[in-house]
């Protein structure tokens, strides 16, 4: 049964684009802290072979990532149109 008068169901691709950006926006901070605290895993795991080097090198490489998909999730956030504001008025 449909009422009329009520706005469909789906949405329009480019709001739902940019709603599951701004959700990937939202969720990096704790992907990063979990990425971040992986190290801290290995150790108490027990493996010998992993230095303090290697620990440096897969932060500095995980810092780095992290920078570059918050430019790209900025830079895509920022291009798209947000057209939320105008539908809900």
Not at 51 to 80: K, N, P
Request: aromatic share 8%; glycine share 6%; net charge positive.
């Amino acid at each position: 049964m449909a009422v009329r008068g009520k706005k469909p169901v789906f949405l329009e691709r480019a709001s739902y684009r940019q709603r599951r950006l701004q959700d990937m926006a939202r969720l990096l901070p704790v992907v990063a802290a979990v990425l971040f605290v992986l190290p801290l895993i290995w150790k108490l795991a027990g493996n010998h072979g992993r230095g303090t080097s290697d620990v440096m090198i897969y932060l500095f490489a995980i810092w780095c990532g992290l920078i570059a998909v918050a430019a790209i999730i900025s830079r895509r956030l920022r291009l798209e149109p947000d057209d939320t504001d105008k539908e809900e008025s």
